[in-house]
């Protein structure tokens, strides 16, 4: 039986690795810092970018009408923050973002895809590490392709 996700598992996977590359260029120069709701809740320009190109990527891909989005930026923003049976995906372009502020090597893309209110698999992409971590439910937790579990 044909996996119906996988080919938005493998996309995710390597939009997850596009996108740690712009964070890690981004770092190597003057990073911007804003705030979103306190002095503690940072946003950077990085985090706004980062965004737009992976859910630009995604609607390229996978197209708006059939595929919801939620991005930690644009919630910020405004826009609504709804689950629906759709396929959705939920994003966080820069997470750790206080990390990434102050030059701490702990900075991710995570990207998660959710059918019918289910995650179905999740990618987190440290990029300052290059290190790849993937889960499928069902299917096991990866760090790059060796299996990974809780102790």
Same mark, same amino acid.
């Given at each position: 039986m #044909? @996996? %119906?996700w996988q080919k938005a598992y493998d996309f995710a996977v390597a939009v997850a690795r596009k996108a740690g590359a712009e964070i890690r260029k981004a770092g190597e120069s003057e /990073?911007? $810092?804003? *705030?979103?709701s &306190? *002095? $503690? @809740? =940072?946003v950077t320009k990085t985090d706004e970018r980062v965004e737009k +190109? +992976? +859910?630009? &990527?995604?609607k390229e891909e996978f197209g708006e009408g059939t595929?919801?989005?939620i991005g930690e930026e644009s919630v910020a923003k405004g826009e609504p923050c /709804? =689950?629906?049976d759709k396929p959705t995906w939920i /994003? @966080? %372009? $820069?997470d750790g973002t206080t990390n990434f502020v102050h030059g701490f090597p702990f900075v991710a893309v995570s990207i998660a895809f959710a059918v019918n209110k289910q995650l179905e698999f999740g990618v987190v992409y440290s990029c300052l590490e290059d290190k790849m971590y993937k889960a499928r439910r069902g299917k096991g937790a990866f760090c790059d392709d #060796? %299996? +990974?579990q809780v102790s």
């Open positions: #044909e @996996d %119906p /990073i911007r $810092v804003m *705030t979103k &306190s *002095t $503690v @809740d =940072l +190109i +992976i +859910i630009g &990527s995604l595929h919801c989005f /709804i =689950l629906t /994003i @966080d %372009p $820069v #060796e %299996p +990974i």
